[in-house]
């Protein structure tokens, strides 16, 4: 059963893998806003304008004080690949066991050309200090999305 995460929530405390090997669970980054976006996978389109998006915000993101962390089923040595690649400055986490997709409700049916598979919905949750969830994004549109993120994730550090 997928889970169905409401603002008001608390975050799922799940464990990821960072880019060097290491676990990180969400538990761990309490204390400050975190902005946890899915996105599907490394070096496609969408996924690399996004990533880029997050980067070139992340000094002000920084400023707010609101951590950022991207998150999609790549394995952690092509999130260092991905970052490498295309100068990315924001974090990445792998999920290669699909998870944390389950317990955030982000693993969906797609379906493409009438074929339907499995994969990840790009969405984002501003999750605040104490590990509640602020604002959920789901079906994400990428042009313009991590200013608005920005904006909430800013109104949320202010609050």
Not at 84 to 104: I, M, P, Q, R
Not at 141 to 159: D, F, M, N, Q, S
Request: some cysteine; proline content about 5%; overall charge neutral.
């Amino acid at each position: 059963m997928m889970a169905q995460l409401n603002p008001g929530d608390m975050a799922p405390d799940v464990t990821l893998t960072t880019p060097e090997g290491g676990a990180l669970t969400l538990s761990q980054m309490r204390g400050r806003p975190l902005v946890l976006y899915f996105y599907p996978k490394d070096d496609t389109s969408g996924c690399t304008r996004e990533a880029q998006d997050f980067s070139h915000l992340k000094a002000a993101f920084d400023g707010a004080g609101v951590a950022v962390l991207g998150v999609s089923k790549d394995p952690p040595a092509k999130h260092v690949k991905f970052a490498a690649k295309h100068n990315l400055t924001v974090a990445l986490a792998s999920d290669e066991d699909g998870s944390v997709c389950e317990a955030f409700g982000t693993w969906i049916e797609k379906s493409l050309y009438g074929r339907k598979y499995m994969g990840i919905d790009r969405a984002t949750f501003l999750i605040d200090a104490e590990g509640r969830i602020a604002k959920i994004w789901r079906k994400v549109k990428v042009p313009g999305h991590a200013g608005a993120v920005l904006a909430e994730a800013e109104a949320l550090a202010r609050a």
